[in-house]
């Protein structure tokens, strides 16, 4: 039962373009959503949040998008740097008990920026 | 500087063995957690803490067993380790109040021979 999902396995992209990274959920109690990057043998590394009382948050060049009647979010990264290659992790909290609590990771999505 | 640290960072072992990870975090949180990512990558809460108590058990056998001597330590003890097991296992912490994000260490990779 997969709560976040995020379809594409990995994403290529040329350097300076956009990436646009997707993340679906359908647990309705979800009400903030996150972006984790990750390098090989690292953890993840916090990236941007967005609460479901916005619909866009913006970090220098991370954007996130949330459309909360689709039940859908994404990240776009402009323009995308060699150094953006990484699994990027979609994350979502709900704001009650035990859902508080913890974070429902998606699949994740491999980035690769080509030179 | 690290923020949230564990160790070992490689731990191979034979089945049926006992073994501990230690996770410490050096950022003033209340809340930390333990999540498993399986061979598949999906990573998977399995313990909460918030103020050394237990918040969430994610249905984890209780060959698993979390300590939390204080709000900046959790330790993982596994008993009588299963193939099953072989995970990469991170440690995270957080404030527990609010949206607030969560800050993961590097991982401790588990391999059960």
């Known amino acids: 039962d997969q709560q976040v999902k995020q379809n594409s396995p990995s994403l290529s992209v040329q350097e300076g373009r956009i990436s646009i990274l997707n993340c679906d959920y359908t647990?309705?109690?979800?009400?903030?959503f996150l972006w984790y990057k990750k390098y090989p043998a690292e953890g993840p590394t916090f990236l941007i949040s967005i609460s479901s009382i916005k619909d866009k948050n913006e970090d220098g060049r991370f954007t996130v998008f949330l459309n909360k009647s689709a039940k859908h979010l994404s990240l776009h990264i402009v323009p995308s740097q060699p150094g953006d290659s990484a699994v990027y992790f979609c994350a979502a909290k709900g704001n009650s008990g035990g859902s508080n609590y913890k974070l429902t990771f998606g699949k994740g999505t491999l980035l690769t920026v080509n030179p | 500087d690290t923020a949230v640290s564990q160790t070992p960072k490689y731990l191979v072992t034979q089945m049926g063995n006992d073994k501990s990870i230690k996770c410490e975090q050096n950022?003033?949180?209340?809340?930390m957690y333990w999540y498993k990512q399986d061979s598949k990558k999906f990573l998977k809460i399995m313990f909460s803490?918030?103020?050394?108590?237990?918040?969430i058990n994610e249905t984890v056998p209780n060959r698993f067993s979390p300590k939390s001597p204080d709000k900046a330590h959790l330790n993982l003890h596994i008993n009588s380790l299963e193939l099953g097991d072989s995970a990469v296992y991170f440690c995270?912490?957080?404030f527990g109040v609010g949206n607030q994000p969560q800050h993961f260490g590097d991982g401790t990779r588990l391999s059960i021979l």
């Open positions: 995270a912490s957080s």
């Open positions: 803490y918030n103020n050394k108590e237990l918040i």
């Open positions: 950022l003033g949180h209340d809340t």
């Open positions: 647990n309705s109690m979800f009400d903030y």
